[in-house]
């Protein structure tokens, strides 16, 4: 698919149920357009790696994604050498009275690629997407990984060379801000903050996702979430907790909120013990209350 406008990526977003503004539809417009990384930053369940797998459809291509942690080094995410078979080749070589080459054993028939090295060595005829979900996770070595790939989409391997990607991926990477990452990172790639949405983006996102549910419950529902946002909580639920929600209320026959089955089902919304002591009972009742107030 080819995008010619920024209001026109925004339609075909929305025809895959993703309600992008305006700004975060300009920042996709202009990596796409430009070939730039993009890093969209912000607080879990706001819709980050969803805009990867979404812009993956829309391009009918590939989607290759390298899930960051702590301790994520270089052999699970860029490359590692394929022992076993390497051993495997040593001792044919030897049973037949030969001399193992060890620039044969170091060559590309025996490398392992990775999530990294995947999307550069990629030779589709459309470049995949790449997505580096949840960079903050990972330790702040593994960013130096990235930035030969950002900068000119190619990895060095030492004992082969250079590999150069022919169509270079569109590269996402996200990150719930648990820390800081690098200025020299930031700086290869175009960013944009999704923030939690408004009230009418928030229930549009509801309407779209989860369509069966009854008008006045996923009203009651987004206004509940947004007023819940307000309160001191460990773990804020994101966009994503309120489908689940939505989509367990309608599977419970729910019709619209009740303060017995928001008790009963906090657990969805909330994923902390004392989250969910701090709401259940008279916090819940006076969110729901102000949610009733307002209709």
């Not at 300009?26 to 993009?38: E, H, Q, S, V």
């Not at 620039?103 to 589709?124: K, V």
């Not at 996402?172 to 983006?201: G, M, Q």
């Amino acid at each position: 698919m080819t995008i010619q406008s920024i209001d026109e990526l925004q339609a075909a977003l929305r025809a895959q149920l993703y309600i992008a503004d305006r700004g975060l539809a300009t920042a996709i417009y202009l990596a796409l357009k430009l070939n730039r990384p993009l890093f969209l930053e912000g607080e879990a369940g706001v819709g980050k790696t969803e805009v990867a797998k979404v812009i993956t459809r829309l391009l009918d291509t590939e989607l290759i994604r390298l899930q960051c942690y702590e301790g994520l080094d270089v052999h699970h995410a860029v490359y590692e050498w394929n022992y076993t078979r390497q051993m495997m080749h040593i001792r044919l070589m030897e049973a037949r009275g030969e001399k193992p080459d060890e620039a044969e054993l170091f060559g590309p028939d025996f490398l392992l690629a990775r999530p990294l090295l995947q999307a550069i060595r990629n030779t589709a005829e459309k470049p995949p997407v790449l997505l580096v979900d949840e960079l903050d996770r990972s330790d702040e070595e593994f960013e130096a990984f990235l930035l030969e790939v950002l900068s000119d989409f190619q990895i060095t391997i030492p004992e082969i060379g250079t590999i150069k990607a022919e169509r270079p991926p569109f590269v996402l990477i996200t990150s719930n801000r648990t820390r800081e990452v690098h200025d020299a990172l930031k700086r290869r790639c175009l960013y944009y903050w999704i923030d939690y949405p408004t009230f009418e983006k928030e229930f549009d996102i509801v309407r779209a996702k989860v369509p069966e549910a009854p008008v006045e419950l996923a009203r009651q529902v987004t206004a509940f979430i947004q007023d819940l946002r307000q309160t001191d909580l460990y773990k804020v639920p994101g966009v994503a907790e309120t489908l689940d929600w939505t989509a367990a209320l309608v599977a419970l026959d729910q019709k619209a909120l009740e303060l017995s089955i928001v008790d009963e089902t906090l657990g969805v919304i909330l994923k902390y013990q004392d989250d969910v002591e701090k709401i259940k009972g008279n916090g819940a009742k006076a969110i729901l209350e102000r949610v009733q107030a307002t209709n």
